[in-house]
C-alpha cells in the first residue's frame, strides 16, 4: 500500500472554556492590573527632582528596596498561589526558553562585576518582573493580559490629565537643571521622557482599538494621549508614535499576506541598519552637533563611554547592570569625557547597554530573543481573527526597538516602557502559539497491479 499525505483541515481554535470567567482568573487579572499601576505610579508620584536625585535614584535603585522587593514578591506569590488553585488547564505554557537562557547568562555574568550582590538583586528584580508577566498570561490568557495593559494605560492617562491643573509637580519645574525640561508635561512620572513613551504607547494602543471597535472614547483616549506626549516636548516618542500607528495600519492590511509582511518586516529591518550605518558614515559630523549635552542630551558623548570600554574589554562585559552608577568603582567613570556624564544612569542605547554589561553574546541572545523571533511571529502568525492582538503589540514592539536605539529600556529594572513591552511580548507569543495550524493526515492508496499480458 502506497500512502499520501494531504491537508485535513485547521486546527481548532483555542477557546476560552466556560470557566475563564471564574473568581480565580478575573482575581489574577486584576491582580496584573494592579501590578501595572504600582508600577507606572511608582512610590513617590509628582515628587520633585534634580537630576542629581534621579541619579542617585538609579544608582539606588538595585534591589534593595524592602517595600519594593516585598510587593514585587507578593504580587509573584499571589499569582502563583491563583496557578495552584485553578481548576481549568493553563492558556499558556512557557515555550520563551531563549529568553530563560538570556535570563541565566545575566546571572552569570553578576559574578565578574565590580559589585556582584548589586547586579544580583538588579537581575533578580528582572527575574520577578518576567515572571509577574509570564505567570499572569498562562492563567488570563493573551486577550485578558493586554486588555489589563490597555486598562492600566487609559487609567494612567487619565490621572496624568487630571494632575496638570491639580498640581505644579505634574510639569517639570523652573528649579531644573537641565533648562531643557522646564515645562515639559510629566503627569505622576518623574520624567518628561517616561511620560512621553508611555503616552505614546497609549496612544498606539488605543488608536488601534478605536480602528478595530469603533468605539468613540477609544478615539478620544487616542488623541488626549497625542496632545499629552506633544507637551511633553519628547521628540523621539512624538516621531515614533505617529510613525508606529501608520505602521501598525500597513501591517493590519497585510495580516491576509506572509510576502508582503515579509517585505514590511525587512524595510523596518533596513531602517535599524540604515540609522547605524548614517552613524557610521558621518560619525565627525554627528559629534560635533550632538557630543554637546545640551543639545540632544550628548548622546553621542555617551555612547562613546561604553564603546570604549568595549574595545579594552571586548569580551565578557562589565556584568548584568554594572557598568553605570553602581558606586565609586563603576565602570563608567574610568572613560568618561565629558564632566555632565557623572550624572548618567544609562547609555541611552538599549543593544550598547546590554552589550557592555553582558557581552556580545548577551548582545546575540537579547537579538534573537526580542528582533528575530518576535519578528518571526510577527510574520507567520496573523490572522484576521487575532489582528486585535497581534497588530498593537507589533507596533509597541517596533516602538520599543527602535526607541531603544536612543534609550534604554531593555531589562531596564521594573520601568514602565520595558514592562509594557513585555507584556507585548507575551501577548504576541501566545497568539502565534494559539494561531489554527494545518493539520497533515496520511491517506493510503490503492496500488494498481500491472498485469503483463
Same mark, same amino acid.
Given at each position: 500500500?502506497?500512502?499520501?499525505?494531504?491537508?485535513?483541515?485547521?486546527a481548532a481554535p483555542v477557546k476560552e472554556s466556560d470557566s475563564?470567567?471564574?473568581? *480565580?482568573?478575573?482575581?489574577?487579572?486584576?491582580?496584573?492590573?494592579?501590578?501595572?499601576?504600582?508600577?507606572?505610579?511608582?512610590?513617590?508620584?509628582? #515628587?520633585?527632582?534634580?537630576? %542629581?536625585?534621579?541619579?542617585?535614584?538609579?544608582?539606588?535603585?538595585?534591589?534593595?528596596?524592602?517595600?519594593? /522587593?516585598?510587593?514585587?514578591?507578593?504580587?509573584?506569590? *499571589?499569582?502563583?498561589?491563583?496557578?495552584?488553585?485553578?481548576?481549568?488547564?493553563?492558556?499558556?505554557?512557557?515555550?520563551?526558553?531563549?529568553?530563560?537562557?538570556?535570563?541565566?547568562?545575566?546571572?552569570?555574568?553578576?559574578?565578574?562585576?565590580?559589585?556582584?550582590?548589586?547586579?544580583?538583586?538588579?537581575?533578580?528584580?528582572?527575574?520577578?518582573?518576567?515572571?509577574?508577566?509570564?505567570?499572569?498570561?498562562?492563567?488570563?490568557?493573551?486577550?485578558?493580559?493586554?486588555?489589563?495593559?490597555?486598562?492600566?494605560?487609559?487609567?494612567?492617562?487619565?490621572?496624568?490629565?487630571?494632575?496638570?491643573?491639580?498640581?505644579?509637580?505634574?510639569?517639570?519645574?523652573?528649579?531644573?537643571?537641565?533648562?531643557?525640561?522646564?515645562?515639559?508635561?510629566?503627569?505622576?512620572?518623574?520624567?518628561?521622557?517616561?511620560?512621553?513613551?508611555?503616552?505614546?504607547?497609549?496612544?498606539?494602543?488605543?488608536?488601534?482599538?478605536?480602528?478595530?471597535?469603533?468605539?468613540?472614547?477609544?478615539?478620544?483616549?487616542?488623541?488626549?494621549?497625542?496632545?499629552?506626549?506633544?507637551?511633553? &516636548?519628547?521628540?523621539?516618542?512624538?516621531?515614533?508614535?505617529?510613525?508606529?500607528?501608520?505602521?501598525?495600519?500597513?501591517?493590519?492590511?497585510?495580516?491576509? $499576506?506572509?510576502?508582503?509582511?515579509?517585505?514590511?518586516?525587512?524595510? *523596518?529591518?533596513?531602517?535599524?541598519?540604515?540609522?547605524?550605518?548614517?552613524?557610521?558614515?558621518?560619525?565627525?559630523?554627528?559629534?560635533r552637533l550632538f557630543a554637546d549635552p545640551t543639545s540632544f542630551?550628548?548622546?553621542?558623548?555617551?555612547?562613546?563611554?561604553?564603546?570604549?570600554?568595549?574595545?579594552?574589554?571586548?569580551?565578557?562585559?562589565a556584568g548584568f547592570g554594572g557598568f553605570w552608577q553602581v558606586?565609586?568603582?563603576?565602570?563608567?567613570?574610568?572613560?568618561?569625557?565629558?564632566?555632565? /556624564?557623572?550624572?548618567?544612569?544609562?547609555?541611552?542605547?538599549?543593544?550598547?547597554?546590554?552589550?557592555?554589561?553582558?557581552?556580545?553574546?548577551?548582545?546575540?541572545?537579547?537579538?534573537?530573543?526580542?528582533?528575530?523571533?518576535?519578528?518571526?511571529?510577527?510574520?507567520?502568525?496573523?490572522?484576521? %481573527?487575532?489582528?486585535?492582538?497581534?497588530?498593537?503589540?507589533?507596533?509597541?514592539?517596533?516602538?520599543?526597538?527602535?526607541?531603544?536605539?536612543?534609550?534604554?529600556?531593555?531589562?531596564? &529594572?521594573?520601568? /514602565?516602557?520595558?514592562?509594557?513591552?513585555?507584556?507585548?511580548?507575551?501577548?504576541?507569543?501566545?497568539?502565534?502559539? #494559539?494561531?489554527? !495550524?494545518?493539520?497533515?493526515? !496520511?491517506?493510503?492508496?490503492?496500488?494498481?497491479?500491472?498485469? $503483463?499480458?
Amino acid at each position: 500500500m502506497a500512502t499520501s499525505w494531504h491537508r485535513g483541515g485547521l486546527a481548532a481554535p483555542v477557546k476560552e472554556s466556560d470557566s475563564s470567567s471564574s473568581k *480565580l482568573v478575573w482575581v489574577a487579572q486584576v491582580f496584573y492590573f494592579v501590578f501595572l499601576m504600582m508600577v507606572f505610579i511608582g512610590q513617590q508620584p509628582f #515628587a520633585s527632582r534634580t537630576q %542629581e536625585e534621579l541619579v542617585a535614584m538609579a544608582e539606588a535603585n538595585d534591589g534593595s528596596d524592602l517595600f519594593k /522587593q516585598a510587593l514585587f514578591i507578593g504580587f509573584a506569590l *499571589l499569582l502563583t498561589a491563583v496557578q495552584v488553585m485553578r481548576k481549568e488547564p493553563l492558556k499558556y505554557r512557557f515555550t520563551f526558553w531563549p529568553l530563560a537562557i538570556m535570563l541565566v547568562w545575566f546571572f552569570i555574568t553578576c559574578t565578574w562585576g565590580v559589585a556582584p550582590f548589586v547586579s544580583f538583586k538588579r537581575a533578580m528584580q528582572q527575574l520577578i518582573v518576567i515572571y509577574i508577566t509570564f505567570c499572569a498570561l498562562s492563567l488570563i490568557g493573551p486577550e485578558r493580559l493586554f486588555n489589563a495593559l490597555r486598562a492600566a494605560l487609559i487609567v494612567s492617562l487619565v490621572i496624568c490629565w487630571a494632575s496638570l491643573p491639580l498640581t505644579p509637580a505634574a510639569v517639570h519645574p523652573p528649579t531644573e537643571s537641565d533648562k531643557a525640561l522646564i515645562g515639559a508635561w510629566r503627569g505622576f512620572f518623574f520624567h518628561k521622557n517616561i511620560a512621553g513613551a508611555v503616552m505614546a504607547l497609549c496612544f498606539i494602543v488605543c488608536g488601534n482599538s478605536w480602528i478595530d471597535r469603533r468605539k468613540w472614547y477609544y478615539a478620544l483616549f487616542a488623541l488626549m494621549a497625542f496632545v499629552f506626549v506633544i507637551g511633553t &516636548k519628547s521628540k523621539t516618542s512624538l516621531a515614533l508614535c505617529v510613525g508606529m500607528l501608520a505602521i501598525s495600519n500597513i501591517y493590519r492590511a497585510l495580516s491576509d $499576506n506572509t510576502q508582503k509582511r515579509a517585505i514590511l518586516l525587512l524595510m *523596518l529591518g533596513f531602517g535599524m541598519v540604515g540609522f547605524l550605518g548614517l552613524y557610521i558614515a558621518y560619525q565627525p559630523t554627528i559629534e560635533r552637533l550632538f557630543a554637546d549635552p545640551t543639545s540632544f542630551t550628548g548622546r553621542v558623548s555617551i555612547w562613546q563611554v561604553p564603546l570604549d570600554y568595549l574595545a579594552d574589554h571586548p569580551y565578557l562585559g562589565a556584568g548584568f547592570g554594572g557598568f553605570w552608577q553602581v558606586g565609586a568603582n563603576s565602570p563608567a567613570f574610568d572613560y568618561l569625557n565629558q564632566q555632565f /556624564q557623572m550624572l548618567t544612569a544609562h547609555s541611552h542605547d538599549g543593544y550598547l547597554e546590554i552589550w557592555v554589561t553582558t557581552g556580545p553574546l548577551g548582545l546575540v541572545l537579547l537579538l534573537l530573543s526580542f528582533l528575530v523571533l518576535p519578528a518571526y511571529w510577527f510574520l507567520t502568525g496573523s490572522t484576521k %481573527e487575532n489582528q486585535t492582538l497581534m497588530v498593537p503589540a507589533f507596533a509597541i514592539w517596533v516602538f520599543v526597538m527602535y526607541q531603544n536605539l536612543l534609550e534604554t529600556s531593555f531589562f531596564d &529594572k521594573d520601568r /514602565q516602557v520595558w514592562v509594557i513591552f513585555l507584556a507585548a511580548v507575551a501577548t504576541a507569543h501566545a497568539t502565534f502559539k #494559539a494561531k489554527p !495550524r494545518p493539520i497533515w493526515s !496520511r491517506r493510503h492508496l490503492k496500488q494498481a497491479e500491472t498485469v $503483463n499480458g
